[in-house]
């Protein structure tokens, strides 16, 4: 790793960036933010309306929402790293196509390497794609998943779970199986020495 790099040379470079066609209809890009040490990275999808407009991420009503799921573990949203899979909005909140991800993705691989937070959590299903590009979020919500040290815990897209009562009641009981996963990744200090074995053989 580039021992230079820091959240905030990142986020200097995404504001800058060009590398793929959002830069022409974006208003702000939006780095993402949080501790510079965190325990959590929550992984998002895209800047929508008022994250483009603030350069911030989720802060929205998706965002409020996050906030809402984040008090019910006790937590801030500034006691977690806020992140997305493409930095700036795709026009009238489309998709992200393929090429745009792939161009976005350096930056949120550096963020991660620096980050080295002990969970990363995926919400929606492009940023579970990126680490688990074979699973229905369906079938992989709520479930953590223990990779070289790391836990993944995958839930739905705030803004899906919103406004549709079994999303929002599935995301709502995730957001708790993390909190519970936080408390034990917390008093062990470190993630266990043994991984799961079914794991392993996926990577
Ligand atoms: N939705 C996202 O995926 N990311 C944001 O930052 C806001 C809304
Ligand atoms: Fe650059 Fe990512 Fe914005 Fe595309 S989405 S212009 S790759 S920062």
Redesign the pocket.
């Known amino acids: 790793m580039d021992t230079s790099d820091t959240p905030e040379k990142i986020a200097q470079e995404v504001r800058g960036c060009t590398l793929c066609p959002l830069s022409n209809t974006r208003k702000q890009a939006?780095p993402g933010e949080g501790p510079a040490n965190p325990t959590m990275m929550f992984i998002?999808?895209?800047?929508?309306y008022h994250?483009n407009e603030q350069g911030r991420?989720?802060?929205?009503p998706?965002?409020q929402f996050l906030e809402e799921l984040l008090a019910s573990i006790g937590l801030k949203r500034s006691d977690v790293f806020?992140a997305?899979v493409v930095k700036c909005r795709p026009p009238n909140n489309r998709d992200p196509m393929p090429s745009e991800i792939a161009a976005c993705d350096p930056y949120l691989e550096r963020q991660i390497k620096l980050l080295n937070p002990k969970i990363i959590v995926t919400?929606?299903r492009y940023s579970m794609a990126k680490f688990f590009p074979s699973q229905t979020i369906s079938r992989l919500h709520g479930q953590s998943r223990l990779r070289e040290g790391r836990y993944y815990l995958a839930m739905y897209?705030p803004?899906a779970a919103l406004h549709n009562p079994a999303l929002r009641k599935d995301i709502e009981e995730d957001m708790k199986k993390l909190g519970a996963l936080l408390k034990e990744v917390s008093a062990a200090g470190q993630p266990p020495a043994v991984e799961e074995p079914q794991q392993l053989r996926l990577f």
């Not at 991420?57 to 929205?60: D, I, N, Q, R, T």
């Open positions: 939006v998002g999808e895209g800047p929508g994250e991420p989720f802060v929205g998706a965002g806020i997305n919400l929606g897209h803004a």
